[in-house]
T-cell receptor
Framework: EAGVAQSPRYKIIEKRQSVAFWCNPISGHATLYWYQQILGQGPKLLIQ????????DSQLPKDRFSAERLKGVDSTLKIQPAKLEDSAVYLCDSRFVVCVVTWEVHEQYFGPGTRLTVT | DAKTTQPNSMESNEEEPVHLPCNHS???????IHWYRQLPSQGPEYVIH???SNVNNRMASLAIAEDRKSSTLILHRATLRDAAVYYCILRPSGSQGNLIFGKGTKLSVKP
C-alpha cells in the first residue's frame, strides 16, 4: 500500500549546520502539514500547505526554518542553521477532506518521520 | 493548548478489552472527535473518528457520550502490538485545520 514517504529517516548534524527533509504525500492530497515532535511530547504544527500555497506558518520559526511545496505535490522543510533544541522527529501529514453539509470525506496519513539529532 | 484531557498512562492485559477515556468539555457542535495512536518510532496512525453516534471499525470502537463532553476508545481485545500512545483530538467539521496534539495516553499491554 502506498503511503506518505519521507526521507531521510535519520539525520545527525552538528549545531549551526543546515539540513533538509523531504516529503512525498499521497497522490491527490491537496493538504500537507509539517509537524515537529520533541521526545515525550505530541506533534506540534510547523506549517500547513494547501496545494502549493501556505495556509498557516504562524508557528514556524522563520529565522531558521523554511518550507516549500512548489508544484503542490512534494514538499521540503529546511533548517538553517540548526540548534540543539531542533532535535526532534519531523512528521509529514497528508490529507484530503471534502465536506458537503453534514457529509464528509476525511482521508489522512502521516509519514514515518525524520529523526533529527543536533549535536 | 490541547482541548482534550486524557490520563497519562494505562495498563492492560493481553486479550482483555481496554477503555481509553477522553474528556472534551469545551467541544463545539461541529467538532469531530478523532483518535490516533503512535507506535514507537513511527508516525501517528489514524484509528477512528466520530461526530455524535458511536462508531465501529476494524481497529476499535468509539463511544461518544450523549452530551459529547467525553468519549471512550474501546479496543476489544488488546494485543501486544496495541502498546502505543493514544491521542484524542478535536477537529472542526470540514476543516483541514491543525490537529492539536496533547501528550496522549501511553498504553502498556502485559502478556
Amino acid at each position: 500500500e502506498a503511503g506518505v514517504a519521507q526521507s531521510p529517516r535519520y539525520k545527525i548534524i552538528e549545531k549551526r549546520q543546515s539540513v533538509a527533509f523531504w516529503c512525498n504525500p499521497i497522490s491527490g492530497h491537496a493538504t500537507l502539514y509539517w509537524y515537529q515532535q520533541i521526545l515525550g511530547q505530541g506533534p506540534k504544527l510547523l506549517i500547513q500547505f494547501q496545494n502549493n500555497g501556505v495556509v498557516d506558518d504562524s508557528q514556524l520559526p522563520k529565522d531558521r526554518f523554511s518550507a516549500e511545496r512548489l508544484k503542490g505535490v512534494d514538499s521540503t522543510l529546511k533548517i538553517q542553521p540548526a540548534k540543539l533544541e531542533d532535535s526532534a522527529v519531523y512528521l509529514c501529514d497528508s490529507r484530503f477532506v471534502v465536506c458537503v453539509v453534514t457529509w464528509e470525506v476525511h482521508e489522512q496519513y502521516f509519514g514515518p518521520g525524520t529523526r533529527l539529532t543536533v549535536t | 493548548d490541547a482541548k482534550t484531557t486524557q490520563p497519562n498512562s494505562m495498563e492492560s492485559n493481553e486479550e482483555e478489552p481496554v477503555h481509553l477515556p477522553c474528556n472534551h468539555s469545551t467541544i463545539s457542535g461541529t467538532d469531530y472527535i478523532h483518535w490516533y495512536r503512535q507506535l514507537p518510532s513511527q508516525g501517528p496512525e489514524y484509528v477512528i473518528h466520530g461526530l455524535t453516534s458511536n462508531v465501529n471499525n476494524r481497529m476499535a470502537s468509539l463511544a461518544i457520550a450523549e452530551d459529547r463532553k467525553s468519549s471512550t476508545l474501546i479496543l476489544h481485545r488488546a494485543t501486544l502490538r496495541d502498546a502505543a500512545v493514544y491521542y484524542c483530538i478535536l477537529r472542526p467539521s470540514g476543516s483541514q485545520g491543525n490537529l492539536i496534539f496533547g501528550k496522549g495516553t501511553k498504553l502498556s499491554v502485559k502478556p
